[in-house]
């Protein structure tokens, strides 16, 4: 059974950093291209950034140069520095394989920027 859990949120003021964190468990991650996305309040869920087996990355233009996704292998964990946080950024944070599978959603983690 797979079992990805998020954490690593919380309050934050502008211009402030976080680094979230994917947990696995019953899959290894490098072998997929894995994804954070997130979900604002009455918007829907948006692909955040990728990072593939081999390590290549990608990003949405509204994080590129603020948000950095890594992986960590014998962790079995991907995680997402996310540094210059805008109110906008606002979110729950989910990771997921890309595309994503439906069974593998988590509970997110939730990411709040407010002064």
């Known amino acids: 059974q797979v079992q990805l859990v998020e954490s690593g949120g919380g309050l934050v003021q502008p211009g402030g950093s976080l680094r979230l964190s994917c947990a696995a468990s019953?899959?290894?991650?490098?072998?997929?291209?894995m994804g954070w996305y997130r979900q604002a309040p009455g918007k829907e869920r948006d692909l955040v950034a990728t990072i593939t087996s081999g390590g290549s990355t990608n990003y949405a233009d509204s994080v590129k140069g603020r948000f950095t996704i890594n992986r960590d292998n014998p962790k079995n964990t991907v995680y997402l520095q996310m540094n210059s946080l805008k109110p906008e950024d606002t979110a729950v944070y989910y990771c997921?394989?890309?595309?994503?599978?439906?069974?593998?959603w988590g509970q997110g983690t939730q990411v709040t920027v407010s002064s």
């Open positions: 997921n394989t890309h595309p994503p599978q439906r069974r593998y």
């Open positions: 019953g899959i290894i991650l490098s072998m997929y291209t």
